[in-house]
């Protein structure tokens, strides 16, 4: 047996000499394989993203996009200086808005600076075509990201995977279409990348990297707000790696150049400045900065000390310690009793406690995408990664690393963020894809394994060698000495049972037996699966591939690539209908309104209106005076007269409302106007939610009839005379009978409750063609005045002509 062992052990130096020649071209050729596969991904990533062009138009999508792409105009037009200094009198009126200190300049730095290369390089594209394009090239950058992060976590094979799956992902594709320029467009490139040098970092101990990633957070504080995301998930992890017993030098260097740097970088960004230092979000990353330094010191001490005196030393570092960290903590807690809101915003408040919004700040609570998502969204967002998911984080614990575990953690904290609130679907996505990448790069190792282990060609010397390159590669749980005890322990109880055979007969016996058994270990070592049900398993995930593929290009070309600004419909004979009214609504004011005229209008389509129309607007998307918006709630909720007052107080001239009950579009201010009752009451007592839902007489045994709301929100004939008389019902609703004699409303299918009224203190100016905007001026005060003056003057001319009955001569001024 030992002849025939060394016999194989000389048969595999010479193999492995030549598998180390073929390992090398392998790794040459796999290198640059991956080159061309990640090159494809990334013009997949862009060119998935372009239905929105194809099938529509180049043209800025949503609502916020638009005020991105007029910051971008005036940074290219009027340079940086000016971009930073740049007081905007069009917004908010009559407060106005700062705009290089209230916004995240990344994405804007970003688009002018590609901008200005394009010029550079006689390449002269429009601004709005750059602005476009951005979220589609940054989609593919974040592929990449992908790739050198789950690399990093799980090797090549997962990495790769993990980049096509997030180059297809419905959830990021909803935020990166062309045309969707908002600040996610490029941060969700910026915290992937982020995430990256930080595993890097942690994998090399690297100071380069360490650089290198307090930088990429910089970008990343720049572009989003959601950078708060990161200044927290990491510290978690340290946190996690020091209680767990995996702090080590490279923990060290990854975390605190990144605290130190990254945090005064953090401050040089006007729209955060000194709150990288003075709210609660960032006070977990300081707190595990003092923990880990503590933590430090001990390993420090420990390895210079007795352990004697290492006791006595831990006793004063303790210590020391407790009284310097409840100083600390003493002087956090006082900053942070002296917030009413404790230090947190408002949206970070939401997210930890779901039901903040909806009680005290409900200009949060009312914007769609800060909504709990549904269960169905999952499976449209995410697909099939949803199950694939638990089988990523499996494979995460085989083993379990620093890398590893903080993917886990990454994974785990999004879902929950993203159960709060749907915008966060897009933070989810990334690690979903991580985890999916990780989870069939995994499968497809395993079953393409156990399929190669039982091919007719792969038996005998090949599975020997196979094992012994493992030996050499390191795994030295399976060696040959240990092949060879479990076969001399075979013989020995073989000769309690028997007589010694001969040693000629005992190698004929014992030779089949030792290949058995090394068949048997490699088997179990690298967990081969039978042949039949490998072959079917890949044909089973191909398939789910496919039906991933299918589906993500279905919501890139139908879900996610319309605009808001342009809708589509198709009729039953299949004929497409365009509905291009905002466009319309927003052309005509800009050509038959003056430039200082003050548009009112909910605060949803502010951006739009300041971006297309050009005209002043009160409030917009920006939202950061609750205030103002209330005020604008609160004349919507108004009588015709109390509006008018409200709104002739702030130099209104056109008030714009969006409708959609001629046509079906469910998101017009009637279904909205719930939110600007409450939004109006939370800051004017006098407007009460209960006034505008339906009331009913509710029969008790033991009283009488007594009114209670039953919190029906209806337009119909049993809608409270509140309601039929605000201004918001009015003004969508003025002239709605003579569309088709009945006043159908489409979108609440109802016929609406009062259908024949006329506007005394408004005039209609402007509707366009399908109904969906109506414009409103409001009537000069001098044309009622003057009727009440001619009466009062007629009156007092007949009373006083009785009384004089000629005598003197008649004032001609008057």
């Not at 548009?599 to 389509?605: E, L, P, Q, T």
């Not at 205030?627 to 714009?656: C, Q, R």
Request: with cysteine; glycine share 6%.
């Amino acid at each position: 047996m030992l002849e025939e062992d060394t016999r194989i052990l000389s048969m595999a130096d010479g193999e492995s000499s030549r598998e180390a020649t073929a390992r090398t071209l392998r790794n040459a050729f796999g290198n640059v394989l991956s080159f061309f596969i990640l090159l494809l991904i990334g013009i997949l990533a862009f060119s998935i993203r372009l239905f929105s062009v194809i099938k529509y138009e180049s043209v800025i999508h949503e609502f916020d996009p638009y005020f991105n792409y007029r910051v971008t105009q005036f940074l290219t037009k009027n340079g940086i200086y000016d971009f930073w200094n740049w007081f905007d009198d069009r917004t908010w009126y009559p407060l106005g808005r700062v705009i290089g200190g209230t916004v995240y300049p990344g994405l804007t730095l970003t688009a002018g600076t590609l901008w200005w290369l394009l010029n550079s390089l006689n390449i002269p594209l429009s601004v709005e075509t750059v602005c476009v394009f951005t979220a589609p090239v940054f989609s593919a950058f974040a592929s990449w990201a992908t790739y050198l992060l789950t690399k990093e976590v799980k090797g090549t094979g997962a990495g790769l995977t993990a980049a096509v799956l997030l180059a297809m992902v419905p959830s990021y594709i909803s935020r990166s279409v062309a045309g969707s320029y908002d600040n996610e467009a490029v941060a969700i490139f910026a915290l992937i990348f982020t995430f990256y040098l930080y595993i890097k970092t942690l994998n090399t101990g690297s100071l380069f990297y360490a650089t290198l990633n307090a930088l990429a957070y910089f970008y990343m504080v720049c572009s989003w707000g959601g950078y708060t995301f990161i200044i927290n998930l990491i510290p978690m992890h340290v946190l996690l790696c020091i209680v767990t017993g995996r702090f080590s030098s490279r923990l060290y260097i990854a975390y605190a150049p990144l605290v130190v740097l990254g945090t005064l970088l953090a401050a040089l960004v006007p729209v955060v400045g000194f709150n990288a230092v003075m709210t609660s979000e960032h006070f977990a990353s300081f707190l595990v900065f003092i923990i880990i330094h503590v933590v430090a010191l001990v390993y420090h001490v420990k390895g210079n000390l007795s352990p004697r005196m290492f006791k006595v030393a831990v006793t004063l570092v303790v210590s020391v310690g407790m009284v310097v960290c409840c100083a600390m903590i003493a002087v956090l807690i006082a900053l942070v009793a002296s917030s009413p809101t404790k230090g947190w915003s408002g949206r970070s408040l939401s997210l930890l406690d779901p039901t903040y919004a909806s009680k005290y700040i409900p200009i949060i609570a009312s914007v769609s995408e800060h909504q709990p998502p549904t269960w169905p969204s999952y499976f449209m967002d995410i697909n099939v990664l949803a199950f694939l998911v638990p089988a990523g984080i499996i494979a995460c614990f085989l083993p379990l690393s620093d890398a590893s575990s903080f993917v886990v953690l990454y994974i785990v904290t999004s879902v929950y963020f993203s159960g709060v609130m749907v915008r966060l679907m897009l933070v989810l996505a990334p690690a979903a894809c991580i985890m999916s990448g990780i989870a069939l790069s995994e499968a497809f190792n395993v079953l393409t394994r156990s399929v190669k282990f039982q091919l007719p060609g792969s038996s005998g010397i090949s599975q020997v060698l196979l094992i012994l390159s493992m030996i050499k590669s390191g795994d030295t749980s399976m060696n040959t000495d240990g092949e060879q005890n479990d076969i001399a322990k075979t013989e020995k109880t073989d000769e309690t049972a028997k007589e010694r055979p001969s040693k000629k007969n005992k190698r004929k016996e014992k030779e089949p037996v030792g290949k058995a058994s090394i068949r048997s270990r490699v088997e179990r070592r690298l967990l081969v699966l039978p042949l039949e049900a490998s072959v079917i398993a890949i044909i089973l995930l191909v398939l789910l591939g496919a039906f991933y593929v299918v589906h993500c290009v279905w919501a890139a070309a139908e879900a996610y690539s319309a605009p808001s600004i342009v809708l589509t419909t198709y009729s039953r004979e299949g004929g497409l209908h365009v509905f291009d009214d905002f466009r319309e609504a927003y052309a005509w004011l800009s050509h038959n309104t003056e430039v200082d005229d003050k548009v009112a209008s909910w605060w949803d389509y502010g951006y739009q209106t300041t971006a297309m129309a050009n005209r002043t607007v009160i409030v917009d998307n920006n939202t950061w005076n609750n205030t103002h918006i209330a005020t604008v709630g609160t004349a919507m909720s108004s009588p015709e007269k109390a509006a008018w007052e409200i709104f002739n107080s702030l130099d209104v001239k056109y008030v714009l409302v969006v409708f959609g009950g001629l046509v079906g579009y469910p998101s017009d201010d009637i279904n909205k106007f719930l939110w600007m009752v409450r939004i109006g009451g939370g800051v004017f007592p006098h407007i009460k939610e209960p006034d505008y839902l339906m009331l009913n007489l509710i029969d008790f045994s033991f009283l009488s009839l007594c009114p209670k709301r039953d919190g029906q929100y209806r337009i119909d004939s049993q809608a409270t005379p509140t309601m039929l008389n605000c201004l918001m019902y009015k003004l969508s609703y003025y002239r709605f009978v003579e569309t088709d004699g009945k006043a159908f409303d489409r979108v609440r299918q109802t016929e609406i409750g009062k259908k024949y009224f006329k506007l005394t203190h408004f005039e209609e100016v402007f509707t366009t063609h399908h109904w969906m905007v109506r414009i409103y001026k409001l009537k000069p005060p001098k044309n009622r005045i003057r009727g009440k003056t001619k009466k009062s003057k007629s009156k007092a001319s007949s009373t006083s002509s009785s009384k004089r009955s000629g005598t003197g001569k008649r004032n001609p001024w008057h």
